[in-house]
């Protein structure tokens, strides 16, 4: 996912990209948002960092 920077803006292809949120790379051309992150146009999404499994180990 990405997330969008600039003013609404509506690509050749894809849907709609709105400001502040997040959108999917597989609805785009991937080049495009290479360019678009490349040039600050859109950011990649970070992940929310998963909670780390506690090994059975660790239960006592």
Do not use: Q
């Amino acid at each position: 996912e990405f997330i969008w920077l600039l003013d609404s803006a509506s690509p050749r292809s894809g849907p709609d990209l709105r400001k502040g949120e997040r959108h999917k790379v597989a609805d785009y051309p991937k080049a495009v948002v290479d360019e678009w992150v490349r040039t600050k146009a859109a950011e990649y999404a970070e992940e929310p960092a998963e909670k780390p499994k506690e090994s059975p180990k660790a239960k006592k």
